[in-house]
């Protein structure tokens, strides 16, 4: 492995995270030791023929991350405090399904939960960071505020008021490091072990796991054609502490939660002292009429607690996402957000600060509409075309994947032996807690090239049906 080997501008992953990783694997194999000197980043970008920026983002991760050890002049070396980890033992490897963790491999075909990493404008991306980080005064050294950036709060509360039709301040807008920290910090101002909480039937299982690892009573409600069924939820628990809802575009079926089912939520909230916790993890991509406004829009009585994320509208490895809160519970969710100390990188928030504020977001979004839309249809067309009647696209108005229900057939075995070939198809019945499952398959469009890809992929798919 050679530091100074052409990095490729041609892969998803960004410059900067590639010349990290290379040096994680330097030090791993033992090319680089405790207290040997690192090449100078003027010296390093020349070499690879990359901006200073790139090498410096590289290296300020490195020392984050208590790799390296910057010794002012005397250059940056590799910090003696450091020990090669023992070799770990080899690993199987593995697809995402329902019950998988993030392992840091590469995307595989028709995976769920990515934006189009070949589309993201990188190289507008690197020059914002490599500003952001050439600009870092005191607030870059000293201890963050636990709620998150001053001006990506700032940016978020404006953005969120314009687009998603919620009135907020940036005090009530925490930024946490990913969407199951805004959980844990809710969890942890607000809910106590043991309390019920309504669960969309079927639902996110990330979101599931994180709920019951966290000690709360999960209660299945089911979700029909017109999103979560209120009146069951009223009927089964009708004192439960909160609900977690995907209103906008619901997870993973798609279909929107209509306004009469909207206010008999919030009502039951206010009645209830409850909360909701609103999941509005895509609803900037919609293909057919306007996006719906957010259902904390509609909030008068403060009763729900918004979530969103960059990950699926930037990429998942900034492992950003946001939490607006009541006003009333702004204090509360300082000092819990204190105690956890769930921070994202300063350099990263204040980049996405940047891209909000520039207009370079609003442009990002109206672009990957127009081509979700496209790669959409590819596939949908692809799959009709190639799985006939063993299955039906259920086409929606928005979000990121497509589902296939099935006519007949198990989509488990179907689902593992699309993995086993490489495909990241997830079966919709491993959604399910309790209910009896449907039968579909989940498969993610946004990654999908070409139509030529689309009908590669299909035919592939098709041949694996069990």
Known sequence: MTLNAALDSRLA?????????????????????????V?????????????????????????????LLPRGPAGTIVSPQWSRPAAPPAAVPSVPTASATHAGGAPLPLQLGLPALDAFPRKL????????LRS??????????ARGHAGLRAALATYLGLSRGIACRPEQVFVCAGYRACLALIVQTLLAPGAACWFEEPGYFIARRALQDA???????????????????????????????????QSPLGVSLTLPRRLALLDWAGRQNAWIIEDDYDSEY????????????LDDGGRVLYTGTFSKVLFPGLRLAYLVVPPAQVAAFRRSADRLHNHAP?????????????????RHLNRMRS???????????????????????DLQAGGLHLLARLSQGDDRRWAEAAQADGLAVQALSRWYLEAPPAQGLLLGFTNVASGGEAVELARRLAQLKR
């Open 371 to 393: 081509l979700y839309r496209q790669r959409r249809q590819w596939l949908a067309e692809a799959l009709t075309s190639a799985l006939g009647d063993a299955a039906r696209i």
């Open 125 to 132: 991306w690197t020059r914002l960071a490599a500003r952001q």
């Open 346 to 362: 300063l350099l990263l928030q204040g980049t996405v600060a940047s891209f909000l504020e520039e207009g370079h977001f609003a």
């Open 39 to 67: 090449p100078a980043v003027r010296a390093l970008a020349a070499e690879l023929n990359v901006a200073r920026g790139t090498v410096e983002m590289a290296y300020q991760q490195l020392i984050a991350e208590g790799f």
């Open 13 to 37: 992953l960004p410059l900067y995270r590639q010349l990290y990783q290379r040096f994680r694997q330097a030090l791993d194999e033992g090319q680089l030791r405790p207290g040997d000197r």
């Open 286 to 297: 919609r293909y057919q009429g306007k996006p719906l406004p957010a259902l904390k829009s």
């Open 215 to 249: 000690g709360l009573e999960l209660v299945p409600v089911p979700v029909d054609a017109a999103g979560l069924d209120v009146a069951t939820g009223l009927a089964r628990a009708p004192t439960a502490r909160c609900a977690l809802v995907t209103p906008s575009h």
């Open 136 to 145: 870092q005064g005191l607030e870059g050294l000293v201890y963050p505020d």
